[in-house]
Every structure is written in C-alpha cells, then in structure tokens.
C-alpha cells in the first residue's frame, strides 16, 4: 500500500435540521440576514422533501466509497467532508485534516462542471486552509467530460425511459444549477461544459430529441442564465411533447434542487401542461459513480507526488 492521503469531498451543505434554515441562509447571503418570509419560504420547501435534505448523508457515503474504491487501487486514504454553507465547513475540516496528520491531500468538488463562482470558490477556501495549516492540497477542478462520468448519466437516461417502455422519442432536458449572468463576461467555461457533457450523453444514450435548461435561479435583483426549465417544458408543449425524461446533469447527488425544484415544482408544471415527466435517478453513491471519483482522485494523486517532490 502506498503513503496515505487525505480525500477532501466538498458539497455545497444544507441546514441540519429546519431550526437551522436562518443561519444556513445568511451564510449563504454572506452574513446578510435574509428577512423572515424568504427564511419561512425555504423552510416549507424542506418541509415538502420530510424536514431536511439528505445530501450531508449522502455526502458520507460517497466519501466513505470513494475511498473504499481507491484502497482496492492499492492507495491507503482517509476520507472527509467538507461543506461551502454548513457544518463541517471546509477549512474545518482541513484544519482537521492536519491534526490527523495528513500532509497530502486532493479535494474533489462534487460538481463535475468549473465555474470560478461555484467550484472557485470550494478550490480557494480549500486552498486557503491548506496554506494556513501546512497541507499541500491539489484540487480536481472539473470531470465534465469524463468516460465514467457519461456513461452513468446515459445509463440513469436509459433507466428512465424503461418506465415509457424504452421509447427513444422521448425528449430529454438535460439541467444543471443556474449561475447570474455576469459569468459570462469572466469567459467562464460552465456553459460550454454543461453542452459538452449533454452531446456526449446523448450520444452516448442515442438521445434523439435533446434540450438544456438551468434550474433554480436565484432572486437576487441581476439576470441569471436560462432559459429556465418550467420554459423548455412549455416550449415542448407547445410542440405537441406529452412525455419527457429529465436529467439533471449538473448534480451529483439527491437534494433540494433536485427533490424540490424538479420533482415537486417541474412536476407541478408538467402536469399543469398535460404531460408526464420521469426523472432520471441521480448518481447518489452509486458504485459507477463512486469509481469516477476514485478515478479523478488517482490523476490529482500524481500531479500533487509531483507537486510533493519539487
């Protein structure tokens, strides 16, 4: 077995329980305290998915299989997690990380698309930590495009269209997480590998018919980018679609935006419009998704030995 590492799995965190829904949201808005109606406003969409969000569990799972996945590749690891809004932040749980010892680390986004206003901003506080607390930290900025990443969102596609009796017909709209549209004068490559990632599923799954929307945009007073998928479904209504399969590509894991903002608010207008919508299932801990991630982890590992020696 090799020298231990550490795997830094960073997530974008949820309150724990409803009670903590204000401060979750104000860490969110940067210290600013929203007012009490937007913080009742999320608390009954967590209400509707049972009171709170499975992502932190699911999170720990995903690390605690990741870094089984990389002990059966001959690399001894220990696995953490840290969340950008909730506890266990991020430079906690790297200051962690260096009480136990760890002097070696990657850090893995579980958000495959780089953006510098989302997967920037879990690289620096990582980064930063690391720095302050003797780590040498290498972070995996983007799996977009990987083979193992395509193939488990084609087969979650193919899995979808079991329960529509396999008809290749049926439209997908391929989502991810919504950024303002101010990214674009930055040249931020989100957009273009979001598309990327979409072609090369459909491909991959022979899509015939295939749309992008975002998702779950924010009302901060800017535009954000779109179109928005409650658009594209009444776009594909229009055009005599009663079925369609959604896939939110942009997400790795089941929680609120994909619990409520798709299978409760999407649903609600697709079948406000006549038509019936499966989701795709999500990667979760999968274990072809876990192998991706242990996949990206051995290419950082070799870059950060190099790193090491310099």
Known sequence: MTTEFGV??????????LDDVDAYFTHIRGGRPPSPEAVE??????????????????????AAGAAEALRRKGIRVRAYVGMKHAPPF????????????????VGVALAPHYSKMSIGGYVSAAGAAAAD??????????????????????????????????????????TAHSLPQRIMEWRDPYPD??????????????????????????????????????????D?????????IVSPVGFVADHLEVLYDLDVEARATAEALGMRMIRAPSLNESPDFLEVLAEVTVAAIGDLRTDAVR
Do not use: K, N
């Not at 009954?44 to 720990?60: K, V």
């Not at 598309?195 to 954000?224: D, K, M, N, Y």
């Open 133 to 174: 607390h003797g780590l040498l930290i290498r972070c995996v900025e983007d799996y977009h495009d990987h083979p193992g990443l395509v193939r488990a969102l084609a087969d979650r596609i193919e899995t979808a269209r079991e329960t529509l009796d396999g008809d290749p017909r049926v439209p997908v709209i391929f």
């Open 193 to 234: 590998q979001l598309l990327r990632t979409c072609e090369l599923v459909a491909s991959a799954a022979a899509i015939a018919t295939w749309h992008f929307a975002f998702q779950s945009a924010s009302h901060t007073g800017e535009p954000w980018l779109g179109p928005d998928v409650g658009e594209v479904l009444r």
């Open 41 to 62: 406003s999320l608390r009954a969409r967590y209400r509707s998915i049972g009171g709170r969000s499975p992502l932190p569990e699911i999170t720990r799972r995903q």
């Open 236 to 244: 594909l209504h229009q055009r005599g679609a009663r079925e369609v």
């Open 90 to 105: 991020i430079d906690r749980t790297v200051a962690q990380m260096a009480e136990d010892g760890i002097r070696l680390a």
């Open 8 to 17: 830094l799995l960073m997530a974008y965190g949820s309150p724990a329980t």
